[in-house]
């Protein structure tokens, strides 16, 4: 999951499992959710997206699910590959115009 | 396509002094935004523009300010730096609508002493 602080949450998955990154976000009022990917030394590159009227979205070998009720947004990732190893952050679109971050977490493909 | 570009990569000031690092995109956005990144956190935003001569303030606007002359280019300046602004910065821009994704610059690396 995700939380704020100068250490990362970090988790580690051997290649070829499913992975599941978490996030809470903040703003009930929040209806655009994306999941970013940033390799070190780079920005963070799109990887999937969903309005608030969608529970679920499935892009290639990643699904974005999210709960409302619980304020709750997780990004599953199958086959994990070691090319996935990268932060991974959950941004949440308040109003169109300002698009806000979580903290991140590290994902370590171990092959 | 170059997509966005931000120069330069890595800058070095000291406390007081003033400079400007620049964000240009060719993809005819007309959103484009800046954030900081500190280390083990997410990023912050700065600044934002809608379209060319409309700016506003996002959670951590003070000490930067932008301008946009261009719908090409959305310069951030910093008057008088300060160790605080040591971060790494980052430009992004999307076509503008409520539902759009974001493009990001290779950022800009700045350590101020």
């Known amino acids: 999951g995700e939380s704020v602080g100068l250490h990362l949450p970090t988790l580690s998955v051997q290649e070829g499992d499913n992975s599941i990154i978490n996030c809470a976000y903040s703003n009930s009022a929040s209806d655009y959710f994306i999941w970013y990917k940033q390799e070190s030394g780079k920005g963070p590159q799109f990887i999937i997206d969903?309005?608030?009227?969608?529970d679920k979205r499935q892009g290639q070998r990643v699904t974005v699910l999210l709960n409302k009720t619980v304020k709750h947004l997780s990004l599953q990732i199958a086959a994990t590959q070691p090319g996935d190893s990268a932060v991974y952050f959950c941004?949440?679109?308040?109003?169109?115009?300002?698009?806000?971050f979580g903290a991140g977490t590290r994902l370590f493909v171990k092959a | 396509n170059a997509g966005v570009t931000q120069t330069p990569k890595f800058q070095v000031l000291k406390t007081g002094q003033s400079m400007t690092l620049q964000c240009a995109q060719d993809m005819n956005h007309e959103y484009m935004s800046w954030y900081r990144q500190d280390p083990g956190m997410g990023l912050r935003l700065i600044h934002y523009?809608?379209?060319?001569?409309?700016?506003d303030q996002g959670e951590v606007p003070n000490g930067y300010n932008v301008s946009r002359s261009t719908t090409e280019d959305f310069p951030l300046r910093l008057l008088s730096a300060a160790p605080s602004q040591t971060s790494v910065y980052f430009c992004?821009?999307?076509?503008?609508?409520?539902?759009?994704?974001?493009?990001f610059g290779s950022g800009t690396q700045l350590s101020v002493l």
């Open positions: 992004a821009s999307s076509p503008g609508g409520a539902y759009e994704k974001l493009f």
């Open positions: 941004a949440e679109n308040t109003g169109g115009f300002k698009t806000i």
């Open positions: 523009s809608v379209g060319a001569g409309i700016t």
């Open positions: 969903i309005r608030s009227n969608m």
